[in-house]
């Protein structure tokens, strides 16, 4: 797994509505880059839905925040607009991200994990766990 202090590695994907992104676009301001491992899950509803409602708050001090699972784009969609999520959530369904980022676990779905990134894309903390409450927790302390 990537650790602090390392780049992020670049990647592109496919949003949930189905645009096309680019790591790069986010270069500039600081990033919350979480990994979540199914849509519509419990654990990954409360997670998505904790940085929805705290995104108005992250977004004021410039932070941007995209979350990424192996999921197809229609379920992802699906799950954006069940969850109300403002921001890009992206399909990785060839795995190609999670393994980049080293957090591709059993049965082929991501690990919960989630990379805080500055504007130049070095990672500047990691925070990994199955309960999604302290991924937001540790976004709201930056």
Request: proline share 6%.
């Amino acid at each position: 797994m990537i650790a602090v202090g390392d780049r992020a590695p670049e990647f592109t994907g496919v949003t949930a509505e189905g645009a096309p992104f680019a790591l790069s676009s986010t270069h500039g301001r600081p990033l919350v880059l979480y990994f979540y491992p199914k849509a519509n899950t419990a654990g990954c509803t409360a997670e998505a839905r904790g940085f929805t409602e705290h995104y108005p708050e992250l977004r004021a001090k410039g932070v941007a925040v995209v979350g990424v699972s192996v999921d197809n784009v229609e379920s992802q969609r699906n799950f954006a607009q069940k969850c109300g999520i403002p921001y890009p959530l992206i399909a990785d369904r060839d795995r190609s991200i999670a393994r980049s980022y080293g957090v591709l676990g059993l049965w082929g779905l991501a690990r919960r994990v989630t990379f805080f990134l500055d504007a130049e894309g070095r990672v500047t903390r990691v925070v990994e766990g199955i309960l999604p409450g302290a991924h937001v927790r540790a976004a709201l302390e930056r």
